[in-house]
């Protein structure tokens, strides 16, 4: 159980294009859901939080405008990288909380290349 | 400053070796859990503990998690190439719902 999907898994845009990143828990309903970033052979960073329904909340220096998110149901987060530029290829994660102790399940990564 | 401090950053030993690694913080957590991670994939929850002083083992791996819940260790006895691995601590606060990640321990299990 706890198994989180994550597509696509990686993507190749040019730069100015947004680019749209879904994230599912597949068995089970997920009352939190959370957006990282990660850079290669480093910690993941934190980017925002969201539940179901309501606005996501941004971590300081996290533009929302140019990350928007949006959480659909209780199965179901997507991430749109708005305008994309080079700067903003990355590795993306999303993760899943069920509330048990916190316990997040995290999804197996998209790959971001701007060019 | 990270609010939690893991070590070593950096791991290489050969297949057969022990090794700890550690979490240690000035805040209580709630919780605390390890995941290890593979290059070009997300990390997979490897333990959740819960209680203080709590102790779990998972074949080779054993997780402990300290008497007043701010810090823990991960042992690992007889490594294996297949142990190589980004391996993360994350730490639940007893206030919101949000994690607070380790900066990571690379470990390299060479043959």
């Known amino acids: 159980g706890a198994v989180v999907s994550q597509h696509p898994s990686w993507v190749i845009c040019k730069s100015g294009t947004s680019v749209k990143i879904e994230c599912r828990s597949l068995?089970?309903?997920?009352?939190?859901m959370f957006w990282y970033r990660q850079f290669p052979k480093q910690s993941l960073m934190l980017m925002a939080t969201?539940?179901?329904?309501?606005?996501?909340?941004?971590e300081q220096g996290v533009e929302k405008d140019k990350f928007l998110i949006n959480h659909a149901s209780l199965t179901l987060s997507t991430l749109t990288v708005t305008s994309a530029h080079p700067e903003d290829s990355s590795f993306y994660i999303c993760?899943?909380?069920?509330?048990?102790?916190?316990?997040?399940?995290f999804g197996p990564g998209t790959r971001l290349t701007v060019l | 400053t990270q609010l939690l401090e893991q070590s070593p950053q950096f791991l290489s030993i050969q297949e057969g070796e022990n090794l700890t690694v550690y979490c240690n913080s000035s805040?209580?957590?709630?919780?605390l859990q390890w995941y290890r991670q593979e290059p070009g994939e997300g990390p997979v929850l490897l333990v959740t503990?819960?209680?203080?002083?709590e102790v779990k083992k998972l074949k080779r791996l054993t997780f402990q998690f300290g008497d007043a819940r701010k810090d823990s260790s991960l042992h690992i006895t007889a490594a294996q190439t297949g142990d190589t691995g980004l391996y993360l601590c994350?730490?639940?606060?007893?206030?919101?719902?949000?994690?607070?990640f380790g900066a990571g321990t690379i470990l390299r299990v060479k043959s």
């Open positions: 993760s899943a909380s069920r509330d048990t102790y916190n316990e997040q399940f």
């Open positions: 068995d089970f309903q997920a009352t939190t």
């Open positions: 969201s539940n179901e329904g309501s606005k996501a909340t941004y």
């Open positions: 805040s209580v957590f709630s919780s």
């Open positions: 503990v819960v209680t203080g002083g």
């Open positions: 994350a730490g639940a606060l007893e206030y919101g719902n949000k994690l607070v």
